[in-house]
C-alpha cells in the first residue's frame, strides 16, 4: 500500500554533535614492568601473579514488559501495569515483577490468554479528525480513535498503538504502530523525531516573538525546549503559524502560543518525522510501506527505546 506523500519541510535547525574527549594515562601511574611500589618486577613473580577473574556473560533474554511491548500487547509503562495488577503469569506462575527476563513468550499470558511472538513491525498513519480521544476508552464515554479505527485501518492490521497523543480538539496526523518499544522510541524527546504543527491563532504576535522560541521558553515552572515557529500568514489579528518541537510534551503548542498572547481556535498536525498528512483524507489511515519504515528507521541511529 501506498503512504502519504512526504512534505517538504522548510530548514531545520540541527543540534550540533558532542563529543567526549579521550582520556589519557592517570598522572604518577608506575612504568610498566614496575610494581605499585616502583622496585621492578622479577619473571618468577610476573608469572605467579594470579589471572584476572572471567568477564560475566552478557544476560541473555529481555525484560518482560520490553517482550510484551515489542509483540504489541501493551506500551512497557501499561505492560508494567498488568504486571502489578497479576494479568500475566509464565505457566502457572504469577510474573511479580517487570524486571523479569525471559528469552521468549512461550507459556506467558494475560488475562488468561496466550501471548504471541512479536510480529514484524508495521507504521500506519492516520487522518485523526477533531472530537475523538487519543485512548482505547473514555470514562465519559466520548468517541476514541478505536471507533473511527475499525473502519479506516486495513484488513489485517491488528492491534495498534498511538505514537504519542492528539488531544480531543486537534487533528491531523496520529502515526500507529504494533511495536510498543519502536512507539517509545518514537515518542522519546532524546530521540528528537519532529514534529510539525499548523495553528491558527487570533491575537497580537511578531515573528520575533516566534524565532525566540528557538531558544525555549519557561511557562509556569515547566520547560519547553527550542520551537521552530513561523508565520505562514496574517489577515487581521488573525493568522497562521507552523510549529516544529521534538519533545510533545501534553498541550505544548496551545500553552506556548496562550503564553504569547494567542488564542488557538484550531491546530493540525502536520508531520511526524519524514511522515505528512498531505492529501490524506480526514478518517482515512495507511499503511506506511515498509521500505519507507525502515529507511526511517535507519535515521534513528543507536537511539535507545
Known amino acids: 500500500m501506498s503512504k502519504p506523500p512526504h512534505k517538504s519541510g522548510g530548514s531545520r535547525r540541527g543540534s550540533p554533535s558532542?563529543?567526549?574527549?579521550?582520556?589519557?594515562?592517570?598522572?604518577?601511574?608506575?612504568?610498566?614492568?614496575?610494581?605499585?611500589?616502583?622496585?621492578?618486577?622479577?619473571?618468577?613473580?610476573a608469572s605467579k601473579a594470579p589471572a584476572p577473574p572471567p568477564r560475566p556473560k552478557d544476560r541473555e533474554g529481555d525484560r518482560i514488559a520490553k517482550l510484551l511491548a515489542r509483540a504489541g500487547v501493551a506500551s512497557r509503562r501499561e505492560a508494567e501495569r498488568m504486571i502489578a495488577e497479576g494479568r500475566v503469569r509464565l505457566g502457572e506462575d504469577l510474573i511479580e515483577t517487570p524486571a523479569t527476563v525471559l528469552t521468549s513468550l512461550?507459556?506467558?499470558?494475560?488475562?488468561?490468554?496466550?501471548?504471541?511472538?512479536?510480529?514484524a513491525t508495521r507504521l500506519f498513519a492516520f487522518h485523526k479528525p477533531a472530537g475523538l480521544i487519543t485512548a482505547e476508552r473514555d470514562p465519559a464515554g466520548r468517541p476514541t480513535i478505536y471507533t473511527a479505527l475499525r473502519n479506516?485501518?486495513?484488513?489485517?492490521?491488528?492491534?495498534?498503538?498511538?505514537?504519542?497523543?492528539?488531544?480531543?480538539?486537534?487533528?491531523?496526523?496520529?502515526?500507529l504502530t504494533n511495536d510498543g518499544e519502536f512507539k517509545r522510541q518514537l515518542e522519546l524527546p532524546a530521540t528528537g523525531v519532529p514534529r510539525t504543527y499548523r495553528a491558527r491563532a487570533f491575537g497580537d504576535v511578531t515573528q520575533k516573538q516566534l524565532e525566540d522560541l528557538i531558544d525555549g521558553i519557561e511557562i509556569d515552572g515547566v520547560r519547553y525546549g527550542k520551537i521552530n515557529a513561523n508565520m505562514e500568514r496574517k489577515t487581521g489579528r488573525n493568522q497562521w503559524i507552523e510549529m516544529t518541537l521534538t519533545e510533545g510534551k501534553n498541550r505544548e503548542v496551545r500553552r506556548v502560543l496562550e503564553h504569547l498572547g494567542l488564542k488557538v481556535s484550531r491546530l493540525i498536525r502536520v508531520g511526524y518525522g519524514p511522515f505528512a498528512l498531505d492529501?490524506?483524507?480526514?478518517?482515512?489511515?495507511?499503511?506506511?510501506a515498509t521500505r519507507d519504515l525502515e529507511a526511517f528507521r535507519r535515521t534513528l541511529g543507536g537511539a535507545k527505546a
Not at 558532542?18 to 613473580?45: D, L, V
Not at 486495513?154 to 498503538?161: D, E, F, K, L, N
Open 18 to 45: 558532542q563529543g567526549r574527549p579521550s582520556q589519557g594515562p592517570s598522572r604518577g601511574a608506575p612504568p610498566r614492568g614496575a610494581s605499585k611500589t616502583g622496585k621492578p618486577r622479577s619473571a618468577s613473580s
Open 106 to 119: 512461550n507459556g506467558v499470558t494475560v488475562d488468561g490468554k496466550p501471548v504471541k511472538e512479536a510480529e
Open 279 to 288: 492529501e490524506l483524507p480526514k478518517g482515512s489511515a495507511v499503511e506506511i
Open 152 to 175: 479506516a485501518l486495513p484488513a489485517g492490521a491488528g492491534r495498534v498503538m498511538p505514537v504519542g497523543r492528539l488531544d480531543f480538539s486537534t487533528e491531523g496526523l496520529l502515526l
